[in-house]
């Protein structure tokens, strides 16, 4: 039995979220949401992640965010970007970011119980 489950990376579409969420996953959300060639679509599907579900990840050192405005020279993603993905998130959330930080926090924390 497992006990707690993330979509690493989440990517995909509105069927495949909702049967996700059908089994109790926390969704990971990364840089990809921050790409407007390819993460438009998260935009909408964002709004539909339960507040205790919501997780962000870097997937470092892949998918730095595109719309960095001080991008690193070597392209490599790393954990202090995950402060730009939460605002993003926020953004398009319409939340609070202190709020959107703190919500996302309790969830890892209870994710890793912890």
Request: aromatic share 8%; charged share 35%; net charge negative.
């Amino acid at each position: 039995d497992i006990k707690n489950m993330v979509v690493h990376c989440f990517t995909g579409n509105k069927e495949e979220l909702l049967k996700y969420l059908e089994l109790g996953c926390y969704i990971g959300i990364t840089g990809w949401i921050c790409d407007e060639r390819r993460g438009k679509h998260l935009i909408d599907l964002v709004k539909l992640i339960p507040d205790d579900k919501l997780m962000i990840e870097t997937d470092a050192p892949f998918l730095t965010p595109r719309n960095l405005e001080d991008k690193p020279r070597n392209g490599r993603n790393e954990p202090k970007y995950l402060a730009h993905i939460l605002d993003e998130l926020a953004y398009h959330l319409n939340e609070d970011i202190e709020h959107l930080a703190e919500r996302t926090y309790r969830n890892t924390k209870r994710f890793f119980d912890v």
